[in-house]
């Protein structure tokens, strides 16, 4: 079993959800990623998303596009951020690591010799944002070969059949992408959430960890309630951007928030 | 067994197939959030283009309201001068808004209009896809927003202002390197926003699937109509083709009826800016690998580690690092032929049809015209070459007389 199945099945055993930032590696500097993702694990995180910066990040909003360029512009790159999750893998053993970005630097690098140092890195899931099931089938291939969850998005127009295609490609959880928009953007309607989420349970046993909007403690509850695992990235983000002159203070803010919403989603 | 290389270019050319794959290129590379926009999208594209009434529709359109068929214009003067083939020009420069952006413009709105879209949205370079966009929005009554780099607002601030003249809202995007691809992205994020309400007129044969297959279509008409005058005013088939390469609209719409007249040469001609060998240049198809990016796989200029490259090109239009898939895979296959125009050589085109014709291109003709300059003397006097002169220069005079230290 992978660690992400694992973990999503001692949450449900002990009745809680996953806690799951998502942060830019390499933002706004290298040296800050990776005493970040250990704080984040003693404040209670469950899984760590690692954003693989990139150019062009079509689907992302403000924040997380100024993430990927202040990252890019220390010359972050996805066989750094490879390098990243191994550091962190030599103290911690246990945390599931998810690396998200876009398809061209995976291309660039090469599917298969990615799918390689993925599993030397000893990275759990990679989810790649604008890789669509019609085209990620070898791909995906590439990563179960090698005991690495390929993760998929479902939004909120996806059809029953679409979700039914990405609970036979997809495996460790389902990222249910709540609002029509760009990630950050701030108009998350709960009863359309709470709705879609019926559609998505019958039709897949996956997790669904839900994000996008997601910006406070009260919010992560209740999304909390509604699906197994909580994504929260931009707000995270917005509190580095908002204190890069001090960065103490920037990680001291994000380990507050993500307490809080430890705190009120095990409520 | 079969070899695909030959055997694709004897049998009728069909590309892509039905997911929209050129080869290995092409493709849809999107978030899930537009996956069931463009599927909707690709079922009224199927469906309308095969529609008579729409065809009718769409007939009238590009004759009543763009003006078409564009002339064959036989320039006798600069053929004699260059010494070599005879250069005709295709005259999409003669379209209404200038270019043959439109050709495709009208042709979607049509579409969005029977789809039941109410906001219509654009990116631009150039500015002249958004005009187009902006113009034939005006005349359906559709809300109309462009998206347009900062650097290109400031180079291009006349079709800016013809845009707004029209009714269309221009958000200038300061992201990234400021230009086309930054528009895009930019463009897409709107989409995935406002999916329910709102059509995306993309203005190149690049994009997810159905796009590069549709606006060819919707661009062909170019080179059907090329076809048939020069058939008409010399009794034959051109030898050679000649059409610059941003994203490759204007090349492909000559190009494609012609893609089964294995007599018929082709060139494309990319920006190479400072020169290719300078790395600030516009040319994927020359200097760049395969990648993917804004939903299709092509040739793109990114780095060893994925990331995209900042473009250069004196032309707006073609300052874009990526390129059509088609144009991928006519590459690879050996059907057409990539060549590039530093700034300096298109200057030189510009100027010399301006003088010998009194026909003043845009800067991106300019590219193939000087490729033109080229490509005639080695050719013999009773040989064919067409050009798209895919616009008219009129939104490049400030480049131009800057770049020539002339205050306007």
């Known amino acids: 079993m992978s660690r992400l199945a694992a973990t999503f099945e001692a949450l449900s055993k002990a009745g809680r959800k996953a806690l799951i930032p998502f942060i830019t590696t390499g933002d706004p500097n290298p040296e800050f990623t990776l005493p970040l993702m250990h704080a984040m694990v003693e404040a209670g995180v469950d899984i760590i998303e690692l954003g693989i910066p990139f150019s062009d990040p079509m689907a992302d909003g403000p924040v997380i596009q100024r993430a990927s360029e202040r990252a890019l512009a220390h010359k972050m790159s996805l066989r750094r951020v490879l390098a990243l999750a191994t550091e962190f893998r030599k103290t911690n053993q246990h945390t599931p690591l998810v690396l998200m970005g876009y398809v061209n630097p995976i291309e660039i690098f090469g599917y298969e010799s990615f799918a390689d140092a993925a599993k030397l890195a000893d990275v759990d899931g990679i989810l790649t944002v604008d890789l669509p099931p019609e085209e990620a089938s070898e791909y995906g291939s590439l990563l179960k070969a090698r005991a690495i969850d390929p993760i998929f998005l479902l939004a909120p127009n996806s059809t029953d059949d679409r979700i039914k295609k990405m609970d036979v490609l997809g495996s460790g959880y389902l990222y249910y992408v709540s609002l029509k928009g760009v990630t950050g953007a701030g108009h998350l309607n709960i009863a359309d959430v709470e709705a879609k989420l019926q559609h998505i349970r019958a039709n897949t046993q996956l997790p669904v960890a839900i994000g996008f909007g997601v910006k406070d403690a009260a919010m992560s509850k209740t999304i909390a309630d509604i699906g197994d695992g909580v994504v929260v990235g931009s707000a995270l983000i917005s509190k580095i951007e908002a204190n890069l002159d001090d960065l103490d203070t920037a990680k001291r803010d994000i380990i507050a928030l993500l307490a809080a919403m430890r705190q009120a989603m095990d409520a | ?408």
Not at chain 2, 185 to 201: C, G, H, M, S
Not at chain 2, 213 to 227: L, N, P, S, W, Y
Not at chain 2, 256 to 284: C, K, L, N, Q, W
């Open chain 2, 1 to 408: 067994m079969r070899v695909t290389k030959v055997n694709t270019m004897t049998e009728k050319y069909n590309m892509p197939d039905e997911r929209g794959h050129f080869g290995v290129y092409g493709g849809i590379f999107v978030a899930e959030t537009l996956i069931p926009p463009i599927q909707e999208l690709n079922e009224a594209y199927q469906r309308y283009l095969k529609d008579p009434e729409f065809i009718a529709e769409l007939s009238a359109d590009l004759k009543n309201y763009v003006g078409r068929p564009s002339p064959l214009y036989h320039a006798e003067r600069w053929s004699r001068h260059l010494g070599g083939a005879q250069v005709y020009l295709k005259r999409e420069d003669l379209n209404h808004t200038g270019a043959h952006k439109v050709n495709n413009t009208v042709g979607q709105a049509l579409l969005a209009k029977r789809m039941g879209k109410t906001r219509i949205i654009a990116e631009t370079g150039a500015g002249q896809h958004g005009v187009a966009t902006a113009t034939v929005a005006a005349r359906l009554g559709l809300e109309c927003v462009v998206y347009m780099g900062s650097v290109d607002v400031a180079r291009q601030a006349l079709n800016v202002y013809r845009m707004k003249l029209l009714g269309a809202t221009v958000v200038s995007v300061e992201s990234g390197s400021k230009t086309l691809k930054d528009a895009l992205n930019e463009a897409l994020r709107d989409w995935v926003t406002n999916v329910d309400n709102t059509f995306y007129i993309i203005g190149t044969v690049a994009g997810p699937h159905p796009y590069p297959a549709m606006v060819r279509d919707f661009q062909t008409v170019i080179g059907h109509e090329a076809k048939q005058q020069c058939l008409e005013a010399t009794g034959r088939l051109p030898d050679a083709l000649v059409a610059c390469v941003g994203g490759g609209s204007n090349a492909i719409g000559l190009f494609h009826p012609f893609i089964d007249d294995t007599s018929v040469a082709m060139y494309g001609v990319e920006a190479a800016g400072d020169g290719i060998e300078t790395g600030r240049h516009s040319a994927p198809l020359s200097a760049g690998k395969p990648g993917v990016l804004h939903g299709n796989r092509t040739y793109l200029m990114s780095d060893e580690n994925g990331e995209i490259i900042e473009t250069h090109s004196i032309s707006a239009g073609l300052d874009y690092p990526g390129v059509g898939p088609e144009h991928a895979w006519l590459k690879d296959s050996g059907r057409a032929n990539y060549v590039s125009i530093t700034d300096i050589e298109a200057m030189a085109g510009f100027h010399a049809l301006t003088k010998m014709e009194g026909i003043i291109p845009a800067l991106e003709s300019s590219h193939a015209l000087a490729y033109t300059m080229k490509l005639a003397p080695t050719m013999k006097k009773d040989d064919i070459i067409i050009v798209n002169l895919s616009g008219r220069g009129d939104k490049d005079m400030h480049t131009i007389a800057q770049r020539e230290g002339i205050e306007l």
